[in-house]
Nanobody, 117 residues
């Protein structure tokens, strides 16, 4: 099993920045992709950003140029640097890890980001 623990959420004014962290533990071997998703009230959970084990990144159009996903050298922690935050970024942000070969899909409990307008 993989455990994911997010941190760094909070309240910030529009235009401000936050940095989210996700620490992975357990059976790390086999994780191919890690990413961040978010879910606002009444909306579907959506992909924000993801990064492969090889360092390839992918972003939602709504956050391109504002958010940056990265990982540490050991690939046990993934970060989401969120700049120029907008009110529409308000959501619970979830860390995700995937083991493609075994169709493994793991989620953290989420961290709340609230952007005041």
């Amino acid at each position: 099993q993989v455990q994911l623990v997010e941190s760094g959420g909070g309240l910030v004014q529009a235009g401000g920045s936050l940095r989210l962290s996700c620490a992975a533990s357990g059976i790390i071997f086999g994780i191919n992709v890690m990413g961040w998703y978010r879910q606002a009230p009444g909306k579907q959970r959506e992909l924000v950003a993801e990064i492969t084990s090889g360092g390839i990144t992918n972003y939602a159009d709504s956050v391109k140029g504002r958010f940056t996903i990265s990982r540490d050298g050991a690939k046990t922690t993934v970060y989401l640097q969120m700049n120029n935050l907008k009110s529409e970024d308000t959501a619970v942000y979830y860390c995700n890890a995937q083991k493609i070969a075994v169709r493994g899909d793991y989620w953290g409990k989420g961290t709340l980001v609230t952007v005041s307008s």
